[in-house]
C-alpha cells in the first residue's frame, strides 16, 4: 500500500523523483486521482507557501516543490479527462512590450503551472495585440503581466485598454505583477490584481477565477 | 574606447549577491542549494565571456539636474549629477557577461527546468556587476598614475537617472561597445550588462553608495529595503 504521505513530503520537500515514484504507485493500486491532488499535492503546496509567506521558505524552495508538483499533476491529469477539474483556469502570461526581462514572470507561469493552471507564456516584449490574441485562441481566464521598469510597466494600461476595446472586459481578469508595481499603481490603471510574488500570484488567480 | 576581455576566472563573483539575487536576503541557502550554485558557476565558467570597456571624456559642464559630455546633455537627475561636480572627466563604460552567455541562458529557458534558469539568471545578473567592478578597478589602475582618482559607478535607470538617458550614454561610445545594442525602451542586449559613468579626477571621492542615496517608492532595491526593516 502506497504511503502517500511520502507524496506530500517530497512535493514539500521539492523532491521531483520521489514525488512521481510515489504517484505513479498510487495511481497503479487505484487510487482515486482527485484524492491524490487534493489530499495530499494541493496540501503540500499550500504548506510550502505558508512557509514561504512566513519567511521559512525561499524561491528555490517553492521552485522545486511546483517541479515536484507538477511532475505528480503530469501523471493524474490524463486520468481526469473529461473532468471539469482538469484545469484551474487558463492563464496567458507574458512581459509586456518595450521590457526584456523575464525570470520574475517565469517564476510565476511555473508557479501557477504547479499547482494546477494551465499557462500560455507569450515571452518579453508583448504587445496589446498579442495578449489579445491569445486570450481568443485559448479563452483564456485571466492575463497576467510582469514588468521590471518603470518605464515600461505604463505599457499595461494600454493591454487594459485593449481588452475594453475587443470587448473582453469581464470575461477575462487582468492581474499585474512586477518590482516596480505597487496595489496603488494596479487599482490605477484598472487591472484586477496585483501581487508581489509568485506564491501570491496563485493565490490571487485562485481568488480571480472565483469572483 | 578601451576593451577587455578578462578570463571568467578572473572575475570575482560574490556568492552572498548571487544567493540575494536568489531572494535569500541575508540568510545563507541550505547546503545543496549551495553546491547547486557552485555546480551552475561551474558549467557557466565553460561559457561565459565577459567583457568591459570604457571611453574617458572630459566634463564640459555640470548642473543641477544633467551632464554636459562630448556635446551632449545627458540628464542624470538630481541625486546622481552631485557625485560629477568635481569630475574633471567621466568614464563612460559597459560591462557585460557577454553574448555567448546570454545564447545558452536562452536555450536554458527553452529547455523549461525553471529552477536551472532561476539560478542562472542570478549568476548572470552578478557576472554583469563583477565585470563592472573588474572594470573599475582597471580604469583606477589606469588614471592613478596620473594622479586621478575615481567615483563611484552611476547607471541609468537608478537613482531618478531615467533609463531613456541609455541613448545619449551609447551615442558617446562607438557603435556595439563590446557587442552590446541598445532597444528602443534603452534596453541592453546581452541582458545581462551594466553601463553607466563614473567620475574622474583629483579631487573625486568614491563614496559608500547604496539606497541611501535616494527613496525612491517604485525602486525595487528600497522595496527590499523596507520589507527587511518591516520584517525585523
Known amino acids: 500500500m502506497t504511503d502517500l504521505h511520502a507524496l506530500y513530503e517530497a512535493i514539500l520537500g521539492g523532491k521531483l523523483e520521489p514525488a512521481v515514484e510515489v504517484t505513479n504507485q498510487a495511481i497503479a493500486e487505484g487510487i482515486e486521482p482527485q ?26 524552495n517553492l521552485l522545486m516543490s511546483a517541479r515536484a508538483m507538477k511532475g505528480s499533476l503530469d501523471i493524474v491529469k490524463p486520468l481526469l479527462r473529461g473532468d471539469s477539474t482538469t484545469t484551474v483556469g487558463k492563464v496567458v502570461i507574458g512581459t509586456v512590450k518595450g521590457d526584456l526581462h523575464d525570470i520574475g514572470k517565469n517564476l510565476v507561469a511555473s508557479m501557477l503551472e504547479g499547482c494546477g493552471f494551465e499557462v500560455i507564456n507569450l515571452g518579453v516584449d508583448v504587445s496589446s495585440d498579442k495578449f489579445i490574441e491569445a486570450v481568443k485562441a485559448n479563452n483564456a481566464n485571466i492575463i497576467c503581466m510582469s514588468a521590471l521598469l518603470t518605464t515600461t510597466m505604463n505599457y499595461m494600461k494600454e ?16 492581474m499585474v505583477g512586477g518590482a516596480p508595481l505597487t496595489e496603488g499603481f494596479a487599482r490605477s490603471i484598472g487591472a484586477d490584481g496585483y501581487s508581489s510574488n509568485a506564491n501570491a500570484a496563485v493565490a490571487l488567480a485562485r481568488n480571480l477565477m472565483e469572483s | 574606447m578601451v576593451v ?6 578572473d572575475i570575482s563573483l560574490d556568492l552572498k549577491e548571487i544567493y540575494r539575487g536568489m531572494g535569500y536576503g541575508d540568510a545563507k541557502p541550505e547546503e545543496n542549494i549551495r553546491q547547486y550554485v557552485a555546480e551552475m558557476i561551474a558549467r557557466i565558467g565553460e561559457v561565459c565571456e565577459p567583457c568591459f570597456g570604457y571611453e574617458i571624456l572630459p566634463v564640459e559642464s555640470v548642473g543641477t539636474h544633467d551632464l554636459k559630455i562630448g556635446g551632449r546633455t545627458m540628464v ?14 567621466v568614464a563612460l563604460f559597459v560591462a557585460t557577461a557577454g553574448h555567448r552567455f546570454d545564447e545558452w541562458l536562452h536555450r536554458l529557458r527553452s529547455e523549461g527546468d525553471i529552477m536551472e534558469e532561476f539560478v542562472a539568471d542570478a549568476i548572470g545578473s552578478e557576472i554583469a ?25 552611476y547607471s541609468p535607470g537608478y537613482c531618478g537617472w531615467h533609463v531613456n538617458q541609455q541613448q545619449v550614454l551609447f551615442a558617446l561610445l562607438p557603435e556595439k561597445p563590446c557587442g552590446v545594442t541598445l532597444n528602443a525602451s534603452s534596453l541592453m542586449t546581452p541582458i545581462k ?9 583629483p579631487e573625486v571621492e568614491s563614496t559608500p553608495y547604496g539606497c541611501a542615496l535616494c527613496g525612491r517608492a517604485d525602486c525595487y532595491k528600497n522595496r527590499l529595503k523596507q520589507k527587511k526593516q518591516t520584517e525585523s
Open chain 1, 35 to 60: 484524492k491524490i491532488i487534493n489530499e495530499y499535492m494541493i496540501p503540500a503546496m499550500e504548506e510550502i507557501g505558508a512557509r514561504f509567506e512566513a519567511g521559512q521558505a525561499f524561491v528555490p
Open chain 1, 159 to 174: 493591454v487594459i485598454a485593449a481588452v475594453e476595446a475587443a470587448q473582453l472586459k469581464g470575461k477575462v481578469k487582468v
Open chain 2, 4 to 9: 577587455f576581455n578578462p578570463l571568467f576566472s
Open chain 2, 76 to 89: 542624470t537627475g538630481s541625486i546622481i549629477t552631485p557625485f560629477f561636480r568635481k569630475a574633471e572627466s
Open chain 2, 129 to 153: 556587476e563583477a565585470t563592472a567592478r573588474k572594470m573599475s578597478e582597471q580604469l583606477a589602475a589606469d588614471v592613478g598614475p596620473k594622479g586621478m582618482k575615481i567615483g563611484n559607478s
Open chain 2, 193 to 201: 550588462s551594466v553601463s553607466g559613468l563614473i567620475a574622474v579626477g
